[in-house]
């Protein structure tokens, strides 16, 4: 079979096995899986609505799946990425809230707080794993909770002790009149346009830079890049920050399009973590990572209408949900682990 | 005639690429069998067959005349087949049974029984001559212990059949000597082995029949008794192969490289390199001769930057180099071809062409503002696999696909071809097939008719004897003589790397004859 052909194979095979056995799930337990996948295709794809909210979820997970992805090169396990986003969701709400300037500085500004925002929070995981030889693992779930807590105390602070802080200045949204005009007023943003341009400049720094070069040669072999006189530590700590940035991004995504807003948050968003799947579903590169962002967009937000069209209860929802993406993600770890194992063998 | 193994028209592709073609290998019972090929002829390939990681295409394998299918490894070992690979695959941080037990432990109601296998491996050990500390861990021993436990790991799941790839690359000359005892051992025990190996004279010292492969064809098995060396050669290479390594009286000009009272410790803290003087100048190849272990790698490691001094001080080209960091010692004019491949020399999931590109990726012409060219990078990586010969389908292949000795050969060309000032090679014919080393061989003296200084650090005397002008002894951390190849004697080395000075003449005048 040739390598295209299993590369297109793999994906589609996977997600029908997965439909098949979220529809058993169905069946036994006693609703209708015809009615259930009709519902969930109306949910992605129904009406311009449906359609223009699914392309504004898959947005963030574009943007946190990157930022999995980019450390993974590396060889990091960013798990800090809901932090990050947090930090970010934040620093671009204060920004848009606090500022009054024209739209061409503030929302540049806007954005870019939040980016430096979530790299400045990953900077500290890098440093220490660089410095001390911390595990980033440990540090970054960490940083997770600091972000979360801390995040909500600095938006009570700002809002004397509401739960919100505010709209934020038009001049500093996302908010796409045309998208509302042809999307039957869902909440697309013009996010997804800074998203895939973020999917670009991954894929650039990667493939044509002398970091990129850098950054995967220390993922591959720590002791050749030294040889080669990289600076390992640097480009540890600079994985890192990129891809913090890039979570920092997604969060700027929901304070300045989706929401317009900051809110006190009683747990994680889930975005962060899902971005790990998301990662592993795009093998780590960058077109992957469109596809694992859209199909977990898209099942994440269309599901949202199976417990209304279809009467089923939102845990089997979940449940079949969760069953697709593991059979996508086991079609990925497969032939990932059968490549593996064909390195392996052909190293002598 | 029975054989115990018989390979008959093996062919294995990968891709659109033939790595065994039509190959017949039979072993008979109680032989040492060498396989011989130039870098990249398919030996490891066909190994990898009949060990179970590879499924040939056509042909078929035969275990004392059944005809079986090696559908991988566990298949093999049931078949009493045992590889031990070029790169050990052991567990560093475990105990010598522990490693040896690994994967077929004997337990009692669950628990493994360390103390009745430490037994079992006593026991063979004596058997066979391996001699090994059972409970020593894997990271403190010697490569020579490593290896014993490879081939004790082989013995203990009941291997009857052992498959030695290149065993002796990584050996010292003593330890060599011993494991071609070791050999005798299990021959006498009644078991069977294949042997990969590029020195000639290993193969007519041990062995009882040669099959010969080139590109990936079998040439046909001779007998060893009925041949010599030069006949292999020019069977494995094709065509007649001269030896001798012709070069011209060197003309040194002024210091490249000068070392003066380093002192550098091991990763525990150990002094390795005690008070070591030695300088390199231009137009002369200078070798390193002595028994592993004595602070070469120590002194390779400081003068590239890789390792920090402790004291003393290193000088290139005129510069203070001492604890710099590799990159601005690469830049001060130095070439490194390093000791260890896999480790320091090639990232082994990036293609040939980023690995050409290792040390130059960052600088013009390769790159600007940041951005590489990967044109350029291809076009580099083109011309090095055409002048070094590096087999491989092109530069896109990973490095890890390309044979051991691929490898060595591009590592080779990168540095060489930059045209360094002082270029270091630490063991760079390690794996290499005759003709290679003749090659890089002739590379290195190039460089010096250049008028580049060469340090070449190596453990084959012979190699020592021929290439460089001038010998620099060192034992215990410290150079203890230098002399010219054409005043001493191979016995004469011998006997000043084992720390015994000559007679008559004490070290400190040695070095001082030099100084001056
Ligand atoms: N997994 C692989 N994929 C593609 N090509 C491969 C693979 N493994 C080996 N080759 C190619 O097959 C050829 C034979 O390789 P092999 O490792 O068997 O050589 P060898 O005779 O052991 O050489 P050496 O003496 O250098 O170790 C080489 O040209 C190599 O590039
Ligand atoms: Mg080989």
């Known amino acids: 079979m040739s390598n295209r052909l299993v590369n297109i194979l793999v994906p589609v095979i996977s997600v029908i096995l997965g439909l098949l056995v979220g529809a058993i799930v169905m069946l036994v337990s006693g609703y209708d899986p015809v009615k259930g996948y009709t519902a969930l295709w109306n949910g992605i794809f129904g009406d311009s609505y449906a359609i223009g909210e699914t392309i504004r979820q898959i947005t963030p997970y574009l943007l946190s799946g990157l930022a999995v992805a980019f450390a993974f090169r590396t060889g990091l396990f960013n798990i800090g990425v809901e932090g990050q986003l947090l930090v970010g969701w934040f620093a671009a709400a204060y920004v848009g809230v606090a500022f009054d300037l024209p739209m061409y500085i503030h929302l540049p500004f806007a954005i870019i707080a939040a980016a430096v925002a979530g790299g400045l929070w990953a900077l500290v995981p890098g440093l220490l794993k660089a410095k001390l030889q911390v595990h980033e693992v440990i540090v970054t779930i960490m940083m997770n909770y600091i972000a979360l807590h801390t995040t909500n105390v600095l938006i009570r602070a700002m809002s004397d002790g509401g739960e919100n802080t505010g709209t934020i200045k038009e001049t500093a949204s996302l908010k796409s009149v045309f998208f509302e005009s042809i999307t039957d007023y869902s909440r697309l943003h013009y996010g997804i346009f800074i998203a895939l341009a973020m999917v670009l400049v991954m894929w650039f720094i990667l493939e044509k830079t002398t970091i990129g070069f850098e950054l995967k ?9 030294e040889y080669a006189g990289m600076n390992v530590n640097k480009n540890i700590i600079l994985s890192m920050v990129i891809s913090g940035a890039f979570a920092g991004l997604a969060g700027a995504m929901e304070a300045l399009g989706t929401f317009q807003y900051a809110s006190v948050k009683g747990g994680f968003t889930g975005i962060g973590f899902d971005g790990i799947a998301v990662a592993l579903l795009g093998a780590n590169t960058p077109l992957g990572v469109v596809f694992g962002a859209t199909l977990f967009g898209a099942l994440k937000y269309g599901a949202l209408n199976m417990p209304n069209a279809a009467d089923i209860p939102v845990e089997i929802v979940s449940i079949v949900i969760a069953i697709i993406i593991f059979f996508v993600a086991c079609g990925y770890v497969i032939r990932y682990f059968l490549e593996k194992k064909n390195k392996k063998k052909e190293a002598k | 005639m029975d054989y115990v193994i018989e390979m008959l028209g093996i062919r294995k592709e990968f891709g659109s690429f033939v790595a065994n073609d039509n190959i017949t290998l039979q072993l008979k019972k109680g032989e040492i069998h060498a396989l011989l090929g130039e870098n990249g002829a398919g030996k490891s390939t066909l190994m990898n067959v009949l060990f179970g990681l590879y499924q040939p295409e056509a042909g078929e394998i035969k275990v004392n005349g059944k005809s079986v299918k090696i559908t991988d490894p566990n298949v093999a070992n049931d078949l009493g087949i045992g590889m031990v690979h070029q790169h050990f695959m052991l567990v560093e941080k475990f105990t010598v049974t522990e490693n040896i037990i690994l994967g077929n432990e004997l337990t009692k109601s669950g628990i493994i029984n360390i103390k009745d296998a430490a037994k079992k491996i006593q026991s063979l050990s004596e058997m066979y001559g391996l001699e090994v500390d059972p409970y020593a861990k894997i990271e403190d021993i010697s490569v020579g212990m490593q290896q014993r436990v490879e081939i004790l790991k082989t013995l203990y799941r009941g291997a009857e059949i052992l498959i030695f790839d290149e065993p002796t690359a990584s050996l010292t000359p003593q330890e060599i000597h011993e494991l071609i005892q070791i050999m005798k051992r ?65 003309n040194p000009t002024e210091e490249s490289l000068v070392v003066n009272n380093l002192v550098v410790t091991d990763y525990r803290g150990i002094e390795k ?71 320091h020399g090639l990232v082994m999931d990036f293609s040939i062409g980023h690995n050409i590109a290792l040390q130059t990726y960052y600088a013009p012409p390769i790159s600007k503002n940041g951005i590489i ?96 002008d001038r010998i620099a002894v060192i034992y215990d951390g410290q150079i203890v003589d230098t002399l010219q190849p054409k005043d001493t004697t191979e016995q004469e080395l011998g006997l000043l790397m084992a720390g015994q000075h000559k007679t008559g003449k004490d070290v400190k005048q040695g070095e001082q004859q030099h100084v001056e």
């Open chain 1, 217 to 225: 040669a220390v993922g591959f072999n720590k002791n050749a890049s």
């Open chain 2, 186 to 250: 299990l021959i006498q025990e009644g078991k069977s082995i294949i042997l990969i190996t590029h020195k000639l004279q290993e193969i007519m010292d041990v062995s009882d029949r040669v099959t010969v492969i080139r590109k990936g064809e079998g040439i046909g098995t001779v007998i060893t008794k009925e041949t010599n060396p030069n006949e292999l050669a020019s069977l494995m290479v094709g065509r007649q192969v001269d030896f001798t390594t012709v070069k011209d009286e060197a």
């Open chain 2, 373 to 468: 060219d990967y044109g350029k990078v291809s076009e580099l990586a083109q011309k090095i696999i055409k002048d070094y010969d590096v087999r491989t389908q092109g530069e896109e292949t990973l490095a890890r696909s390309l044979s051991g000795g691929n490898q060595q050969k591009a590592i080779i060309g990168r540095e060489v071809i930059r045209n360094p000032e002082l270029l270091i090679a630490a063991l760079p014919t390690r794996g290499l097939d005759v003709g290679a080393i003749e090659f890089i061989h002739q590379r290195l003296i190039e460089q010096r008719d250049k008028g580049k200084a060469v340090l070449l650090l190596s453990f084959e005397l012979d190699e020592v004897m021929n290439v460089s």
């Open chain 2, 273 to 343: 390199v005690k008070g070591l003087n030695l300088t390199v100048r231009k137009g002369e190849i200078v070798g390193i001769a002595g028994i592993d272990g004595n602070g070469q790698s120590e002194l390779i490691e400081s003068i590239t930057g890789l390792r920090k001094v402790k004291s003393g001080s290193i000088k290139i080209n005129g510069q203070d180099v001492t604890n710099k960091k590799p990159r601005q010692i690469t830049e001060a004019g130095v070439g490194h071809i390093p000791q260890d491949r896999h480790k």
